[in-house]
């Protein structure tokens, strides 16, 4: 029985993907991803939308890692278990929980509107840098927790002070683990709609500043589908979209499996 | 201050910053969505049945039921199936099958939530209309895709609590003569109630917090739901919605939506720290 339901669940899931890569696999042509959606979406390719969701990548990921690896740090090699690190637990835990619309709402009030960054790229990357924090935070105190005991203790004894440690030998062995929980995050800010909506807008049309708005793919099918203004077109995206994450995914899954080889080996 | 005294003190003002920011979007939607709930009052808010943005009645039981059958409906479908595969992932599993299925479980946690409803969209809600009625856009539906999408949630750390038992209650049930199946069913399972538990709790803040995967399945009516079959408006998709183009006391109305939302949210979470962390000491 146990079997069944394991089974189930991955039948379920091969048949998520198979039934928008038969459909979409097709329609992924070069022209596809290289020319702009003409006529709403209803012609031409995704390629402005793909300029997009990596742009707003890059601005999350940029203030996500040095937050995320520096909270890391500092709850691992910096203090003991205690009030602090409670707090900061206790926020990250939380923060993980909270669901994508409210970060959508806060991006709303917070960077479009208080800060005036309006409805923009930086707006929705700097949204979803709070998102990702967490993600962030957690895979790189996994990766700092997993380095033996020894190593810290060579560099103490060869008189390194605690900074000179973590920047000569906590990190650079921890990289590995950090750069998944970074791929994590991407992956995250790839799929996200509710979150970026609501603060990068949803123009299509090619970005010139990290202040305009922007549609990324994700975003581009949800508006393609649900306002079923070509269902070819979605399936194109949506095929895009799943590999995009599926190489994301991958990327993440080998980095993993190399580190934990080399600690073992 | 010398350099690694300053360093210290900067990388502890970086560690907090996941605390500034859950303060920072607790403060800035309080901020616009608590003056409505106080012109409101909070009962009506919560308790009225009209949601007419357009006349001034704000009322959200509405969503308020809807985002709570939908949630339940995905535990029933989500947390048999979740527990199932963790107990199939650390008692079960041929080391090679394992290969294959944790990355397929970490697969299904990185899948867009547009997809998931696309699929629901395309898949499910054709397949309820024509073999069960209504209009297909419905609990059901959603309660099925939702169902699935929080099986990661439930499998992960489900499975971490039961890895984390000692070895020595499964040698001493299999020992004293239980089969394999008596033991996970009698030992391993019960022993391992509080991580469980505290996965079916994130398991459904992740379901109450859906948005976008339900809008394209849900219907959106707003209405009291009476079966299974009928349309919906939950929490989160009232303000998916709406926030599109909404102004003035409308605005302040989906922001007071997302204050009940929140609250709901940090409830759970700490319900779930609780239950998890009483099993730590």
Redesign the interface.
């Known amino acids: 029985m146990i079997w069944v339901a394991a089974f189930f669940t991955l039948g379920v899931m091969i048949w998520i993907m198979a039934q928008v890569l038969r459909e979409g696999l097709p329609l992924l042509t070069v022209d596809f991803l290289s020319d702009s959606p003409r006529q709403m979406g209803r012609s031409g390719g995704i390629f402005s939308t793909i300029v997009g969701t990596l742009l707003i990548t890059a601005v999350a990921i940029t203030i996500a890692t040095p937050l995320g690896v520096g909270t890391a740090v500092y709850l691992r090699e910096y203090t003991r278990e205690g009030r602090i690190s409670r707090l900061i637990r206790f926020g990250t835990d939380c923060l993980a929980g909270v669901p994508s619309i409210i970060f959508g709402l806060f991006g709303f009030v917070f960077f479009v509107i208080f800060l005036g960054m309006g409805w923009s790229i930086l707006s929705g990357g700097l949204t979803l840098a709070t998102m990702i924090l967490p993600t962030i935070i957690s895979t790189a105190e996994e990766a700092i927790k997993t380095i033996p005991k020894s190593y810290r203790e060579v560099s103490y004894a060869l008189g390194g002070t605690r900074w000179q440690t973590v920047a000569k030998v906590i990190l650079p062995n921890a990289l590995p683990g950090i750069l998944t929980g970074v791929l994590l995050g991407v992956g995250r800010s790839v799929g996200e709609t509710a979150a970026i909506i609501l603060t990068a807008g949803s123009s299509f049309l090619m970005p010139t500043s990290l202040f305009s708005p922007i549609r990324t793919m994700a975003i581009h099918f949800y508006i393609l589908a649900r306002e079923g203004i070509s269902m070819e077109m979605a399936y194109a995206t949506g095929a895009a979209l799943i590999l995009l994450i599926l190489a994301i995914n991958t990327a993440a899954n080998w980095l993993l499996h190399r580190y934990i080889r080399r600690l073992e080996g | 201050m010398t350099?690694?005294k300053f360093?210290?003190k900067?990388?502890?003002f970086?560690?907090?910053?996941?605390?500034?920011?859950?303060a920072?979007?607790a403060f800035?939607?309080f901020?616009?969505g608590l003056p409505l709930i106080w012109k409101k009052g909070l009962a009506s808010f919560l308790l009225g049945e009209r949601w007419y943005p357009s006349q001034g009645s704000f009322g959200i039981l509405p969503m308020v039921v809807g985002s709570f059958w939908v949630t339940f409906g995905s535990l029933i479908v989500g947390v048999?199936?979740g527990v199932?595969?963790a107990?199939?992932?650390c008692e079960?599993?041929p080391p090679l099958v394992s290969m294959v299925?944790r990355?397929?479980?970490?697969?299904?946690a990185?899948?867009?939530?547009?997809?998931?409803?696309?699929?629901g969209?395309?898949?499910l809600v054709p397949l309820i209309r024509d073999h069960l009625g209504g209009p297909g856009l419905s609990i059901l539906a959603g309660s099925l895709v939702l169902g699935?999408m929080i099986?990661p949630t439930i499998i992960s750390i489900s499975e971490d609590s039961l890895r984390a038992l000692p070895r020595s209650f499964k040698e001493g049930a299999l020992s004293l003569g239980a089969t394999h199946w008596q033991t996970i069913w009698k030992v391993l399972l019960p022993a391992a109630r509080s991580g469980i538990v505290a996965s079916v709790i994130?398991g459904m803040?992740?379901a109450?917090?859906?948005?976008?995967a339900m809008?394209?399945i849900l219907g959106n009516a707003v209405q009291m739901p009476h079966s299974i079959l009928h349309s919906a408006r939950t929490l989160?998709t009232n303000?998916?919605i709406e926030?599109?183009y909404a102004t003035g006391d409308h605005q302040q109305a989906?922001?007071a939506t997302?204050v009940v939302?929140?609250f709901i949210?940090?409830g759970?979470?700490?319900l779930a720290?609780i239950i998890s962390g009483r099993r730590r000491s």
């Open positions: 350099k690694e360093l210290e900067f990388l502890l970086i560690a907090l910053s996941s605390i500034s920011i859950l920072l979007i800035f939607i901020e616009q048999p199936l199932a595969c107990v199939f992932l079960l599993t299925f990355p397929a479980i970490q697969l299904l990185a899948i867009p939530s547009v997809i998931y409803g696309f699929w969209l395309i898949v699935i099986l994130l803040g992740r109450i917090g859906e948005t976008m809008i394209m989160t303000i998916g926030m599109g989906l922001f997302g939302l929140f949210i940090m759970l979470n700490s720290l």
